[in-house]
């Protein structure tokens, strides 16, 4: 029984404490909601009052637009009135000015028909007082005017002719004189030293001992030597000295070099004498490269052609009749650049001219032409202008001369190799029948070389192992001999060499 009362009473206490929490709960709901609601309502006014502030804000801006707006438009019509009124006026008075331009034409078409009608009275009295002037003369105005034209030509031909006589009298008188001013000053303002090509070069030597080291072991060294630079070598009693002997200045020079290197170096055997000639040859093909390129540029002539420059650099080592070609070419230059002044010509394109005058001289193909033409022939090659290619193939008046520069080259020219002890006939004519030697030989298939050598009594031919047998090297010197002696003129006999070569190399490795 205590245990049921027990259980009532906690259930009774347990209902009255759940009826008080929920109680409690509600009120505190009902309190939270009307918080809420009143906070609610607080925001509400809060952005109602700042939706207003906005919206009075940007009725505030969008009036003061819409008056900016109505104060520009009101000025913009302002000036429209303005330029409506300006063209109204401008339109009356251009309406003014047609008006008067009107009125003018028709004073001027009347004033027009005036003189229209004055001019045909004026015809009409014209012809009037001609018809009375035939009448008179008994000549009609055709006829008297061919007379007066006739009369006039005679005075006209007679005083010319005594006024021509007269001029060319002067001329005369004064074009000698004149030509020998100009000349004399031409050659006195260029100075050029004299010097004489020869076809010998001697090379001293520190001792004899080095001339047996050069000759080599049974002369080896010695014909690997000539053989390689087309050079005769004599080697003889001359203290400290060996003597180079060849027509062609280039292959002198190379030789030259080559024995100093192969001196110097102190290996001297054929396979390195054949090394050194190799490289001593490239070295002279670049110093005549830049030898065209300095003389070019000493004489301020620019814009050649590579090729012309090497040619011009190539007149270093050639010579005619005894005068060094570039020393030649280069005093022509100044001579002609000088007397072109003298007579108010262009003296860059008469230096230009001067040098390259004698440039067919130093061709790498010589065909069988003169070397002005030749000459002429390249300079059009290498895009040289007209008037310079006519001097240049004209000197020697091959073909005629059509520019005031082609005369002037070819009297400096003439200046240059006619001076006392500029030039030897001798050396040239030998020198070319050595070249007309050599150039026979070459003519044969299977040659590779050929070198005139001991002032042209003897000419070695190099023919390739591959091209020609042991048989056939009898022959071609029988041939070659019998062609020499057939077409060229010689003194003394010509003794013909020739040479086939047989070489195994192999590389151990």
């Known amino acids: 029984m205590e245990i049921i009362l027990i259980v009532i009473a906690f259930l009774a206490g347990g209902l009255v404490m759940w009826i008080t929490t929920r109680f409690i709960l509600k009120s505190r709901a009902k309190k939270a909601l009307s918080d809420t609601e009143r906070e609610t309502e607080v925001i509400k006014k809060n952005k109602m009052l700042e939706v207003k502030e906005k919206f009075i804000q940007l009725k505030a801006d969008l009036e003061k637009q819409v008056a900016a707006r109505n104060s520009k438009i009101q000025s913009q019509e302002t000036k429209l009135k303005q330029r409506e009124t300006i063209f109204a006026q401008k339109q009356e008075e251009l309406q003014r000015k047609n008006a008067e331009v009107e009125t003018i034409k028709e004073n001027l078409n009347s004033q027009l028909l005036v003189i229209e009608r004055k001019k045909q009275d004026l015809e009409k009295m014209h012809l009037q007082e001609v018809e009375h002037l035939e009448a008179i003369s008994g000549l009609t105005a055709v006829e008297a005017k061919e007379r007066l034209v006739e009369s006039l030509k005679d005075e006209a031909k007679t005083e010319a002719s005594s006024f021509i006589s007269d001029i060319m009298e002067e001329a005369k008188m004064t074009a000698n004189m004149e030509a020998k001013k100009i000349v004399v000053k031409s050659i006195q303002r260029v100075a050029t030293e004299t010097a004489i090509e020869n ?157 390259l005058h004698d440039i067919g001289k130093v061709p790498d193909e010589e065909p069988e032409l003169p070397h002005a033409i030749l000459g002429m022939k390249l300079c059009e090659k290498y895009k040289e202008k007209p008037d310079i290619c006519n001097a240049v193939g004209s000197h020697h008046e091959e073909i005629e001369m059509q520019t005031m520069i082609a005369p002037i080259v070819q009297a400096c020219d003439a200046i240059s190799g006619a001076r006392p002890g500029a030039r030897r006939e001798i050396v040239e004519a030998y020198i070319k029948r050595l070249n007309d030697l050599e150039q026979l030989a070459m003519s044969y298939p299977g040659v590779i070389n050929t070198y005139a050598i001991q002032a042209g009594r003897e000419l070695r031919v190099i023919v390739g192992a591959d091209k020609v047998t042991d048989k056939d090297v009898e022959s071609l010197s029988n041939d070659l001999a019998k062609k020499i002696q057939d077409e060229m003129t010689y003194p003394g006999q010509v003794k013909i060499t020739v040479i086939r070569e047989t070489r195994s190399v192999s590389y151990a490795k």
């Not at 080291?213 to 080697?235: C, D, P, Q």
């Not at 009693?237 to 002997?245: H, K, R, W």
């Open 199 to 355: 076809s010998v070069t001697v090379f001293p030597i520190d001792s004899d001992e080095l001339k047996g080291r050069i000759i080599g072991r049974e002369g080896r060294n010695i014909r690997a030597l000539e053989a390689a630079t087309g050079i005769e070598i004599i080697v003889d009693d001359t203290p400290e000295a060996i003597v180079l002997s060849g027509f062609d200045p280039v292959r002198r020079e190379i030789a030259r070099l080559a024995i100093h290197q192969l001196v110097q170096d102190g290996r001297i055997h054929p396979a390195r004498i054949e090394e050194v000639v190799g490289k001593v040859r490239k070295q002279i093909d670049e110093e005549i490269i830049e030898t065209g390129k300095r003389t070019a540029i000493d004489l301020g002539i620019h814009g050649l052609h590579p090729d012309l420059i090497r040619l011009i650099g190539k007149m270093k080592y050639r010579s005619s009749y005894g005068q060094n070609l570039l020393q030649h070419a280069r005093e022509t230059a100044n001579l002609c650049a000088i007397m072109a002044s003298e007579l108010g010509l262009n003296p860059k394109k008469a230096r230009r001219a001067g040098l």
